[in-house]
């Protein structure tokens, strides 16, 4: 299968800064990208949907100036918690849709703290 | 909308013998079928898919599963399982247009030795 890639993998951050997470596809061109959170012992709960070059589609109670997400290419995603605060530590997984059969494809995730 | 149901949180099973985790859904249309596996603190991995064909689809490591339409079923099966085969399962299903993948909240399986 394709794959996608997530940097950091764990992030580490005191409450009030910003983080960004990256999100890319390494061997196909992902026309849409999904985000999902995590909580422990939970499932996936997608967080937005964004397509390249237009402005991401958000989920029911999910802030969008909280969790801003860019689709600038094919291949890259990012996702950046602003003002981050002890509650929105989780772990974060991207997915890209793409390739041959348009199928979904999930990066590593990444696990962010926030202090 | 679409929906997955997997109602048991936790499945042990002793080493060597067969195992089931359960999954149904709820679509319109045709269903896309999903089964994904997740080691503690580790992304998802594919396992095995449904779109169309046989009913029962064969995927990585040994694992199983059979769609039943009639019972809007897709449970995972493997014959004898492995103590590595500890981790969280889950389910997921779209339907044939452009949708995310919606999740079951996931079932736990325990292989003990």
């Known amino acids: 299968g394709a794959v996608v890639s997530q940097h950091p993998s764990w992030v580490i951050c005191k409450s009030g800064t910003s983080v960004k997470i990256e999100c890319r596809s390494l061997?196909?061109?992902?026309?849409?990208m999904f985000w999902y959170r995590q909580f422990p012992k939970q499932s996936l709960m997608l967080m937005a949907t964004?397509?390249?070059?237009?402005?991401?589609?958000?989920e029911q109670g999910v802030e969008k100036d909280k969790f801003l997400i860019n689709h600038a290419s094919l291949t890259l995603s990012t996702l950046t918690v602003t003002s981050a605060h002890p509650e929105d530590s989780s772990f974060y997984i991207c997915?890209?849709?793409?390739?041959?059969?348009?199928?979904?494809?999930f990066g590593p995730g990444t696990r962010l703290t926030v202090l | 909308a679409q929906s997955v149901a997997q109602p048991e949180d936790q499945v042990n099973v002793a080493e060597g013998n067969p195992l089931t985790v359960k999954c149904t859904y709820s679509v319109s249309g045709n269903p896309y079928l999903f089964w994904y596996v997740q080691y503690p603190n580790r992304g998802l991995q594919f396992l095995l898919k449904?779109?169309?064909?046989?009913?029962l689809v064969k995927g990585s490591y040994g694992f199983e599963a059979e769609f039943n339409k009639s019972q809007t079923s897709f449970h995972l099966k493997k014959p004898s399982a492995l103590v590595s085969d500890s981790a969280l399962y889950f389910c997921a299903v779209r339907d044939m247009t452009h949708t995310p993948l919606v999740f079951g909240k996931g079932t736990r399986l325990s292989v003990i030795a």
């Open positions: 997915s890209g849709r793409g390739g041959k059969y348009n199928e979904q494809f």
């Open positions: 061997d196909f061109q992902a026309t849409t």
């Open positions: 964004s397509n390249e070059g237009s402005k991401a589609t958000y």
């Open positions: 449904y779109i169309t064909g046989d009913n």
